[in-house]
């Protein structure tokens, strides 16, 4: 199983990006999808999470700004990033939580991250 990520790149401020991660690879159902973000010398955070209900949850400083949906069609998630500003630079990580079939063998998985730059 793998997380492949897309959309990332440079936008100026106010912008937006909309990223996606797509799970592939193997048969397996998929819990809790996310997005995490590390910028240059910080240490990973979490930026926002869709169970497979579509319960989501952000971090406080994207509220507003920023959307996750997911396609479970697809093993699609995706993050409207709207409104940028500098300080969400960095490199964003799709995270999944997948129950692997037949033997619903829970892991948790990373995509190779994709840099987000929010500069003028």
């Known amino acids: 199983v793998q997380l492949v990520e897309s959309g990332g790149g440079l936008v100026q401020p106010g912008g937006s990006l909309r990223l996606s991660c797509a799970a592939s690879?193997?048969?397996?159902?998929?819990?809790?999808m996310g997005w995490y973000r590390q910028a240059p010398g910080k240490e990973r955070t979490l930026v926002a999470t869709i169970s497979s209900g579509g319960s989501t949850n952000y971090l406080d400083s994207v509220k507003g700004r920023f959307t996750i949906s997911r396609d479970n069609v697809k093993n699609t998630v995706y993050l409207q990033m709207n409104s940028l500003k500098p300080e969400d630079t960095g490199v964003y990580y799709c995270?999944?939580?997948?129950?692997?079939?037949?033997?619903?063998?829970?892991?948790?998985?990373w995509g190779q991250g994709t840099q987000v730059t929010v500069s003028s």
């Open positions: 995270n999944a939580d997948l129950w692997l079939l037949p033997h619903y063998d829970n892991f948790e998985y």
């Open positions: 690879g193997g048969r397996f159902l998929i819990d809790v």
